[in-house]
């Protein structure tokens, strides 16, 4: 009893250090675009999208935590990776709920979900409700906007 009691302190500890803690990195615009360079800049706050297929972590697998290029706030486990066959890194789930959130967007003249770092209010990509089971949730994120940590 005492160790499986231990064992769940120990995740609970662990997944909590991942959780974002509510303050926000924040900078000017120029500051920004110093910051991430004009490339990482276009995407995470012009909110742009890489061409499929030569992103540096679309075809990546294996273990890590996946970060926010911006804020280096942990957003997607490397366990959580899998190839949906569309050239981006795409994830059932992000390591914690803070983390991110979502705003409606009707840029293409149909409605899909843009996610955002919490951290930093980067865009990192879009969720869509076609992923695998159990959720069905498929978070395509853009490669750019993403530092593996292993």
């Given at each position: 009893?005492?160790?499986?009691?231990?064992?769940?302190?120990?995740a609970v500890v662990l997944l909590g250090a991942y959780e974002w803690n509510g303050e926000k990195t924040l900078h000017s615009d120029k500051e920004w675009h110093e910051v991430l360079g004009r490339d990482r800049y276009n995407i995470m706050r012009r909110k742009g999208t890489e061409h499929a297929h030569i992103g540096k972590y679309a075809h990546t697998q294996g273990d890590g935590i996946y970060s926010c290029a911006a804020c280096s706030l942990p957003l997607f486990e490397g366990a959580e990776k899998y190839d949906a066959g569309n050239g981006y890194p795409s994830?059932?789930?992000?390591?914690?709920?803070?983390?991110?959130?979502?705003?409606?967007?009707w840029s293409l003249n149909f409605k899909r979900y843009e996610v955002l770092c919490s951290g930093c209010d980067s865009h990192l990509g879009h969720v869509f409700n076609d992923g695998p089971p159990t959720k069905h949730l498929r978070y395509c994120i853009n490669s750019i906007t993403l530092e593996l940590k292993k």
């Amino acid at each position: 009893m005492r160790v499986k009691r231990l064992y769940w302190i120990a995740a609970v500890v662990l997944l909590g250090a991942y959780e974002w803690n509510g303050e926000k990195t924040l900078h000017s615009d120029k500051e920004w675009h110093e910051v991430l360079g004009r490339d990482r800049y276009n995407i995470m706050r012009r909110k742009g999208t890489e061409h499929a297929h030569i992103g540096k972590y679309a075809h990546t697998q294996g273990d890590g935590i996946y970060s926010c290029a911006a804020c280096s706030l942990p957003l997607f486990e490397g366990a959580e990776k899998y190839d949906a066959g569309n050239g981006y890194p795409s994830f059932k789930k992000p390591i914690a709920k803070k983390n991110i959130y979502y705003l409606e967007d009707w840029s293409l003249n149909f409605k899909r979900y843009e996610v955002l770092c919490s951290g930093c209010d980067s865009h990192l990509g879009h969720v869509f409700n076609d992923g695998p089971p159990t959720k069905h949730l498929r978070y395509c994120i853009n490669s750019i906007t993403l530092e593996l940590k292993k």
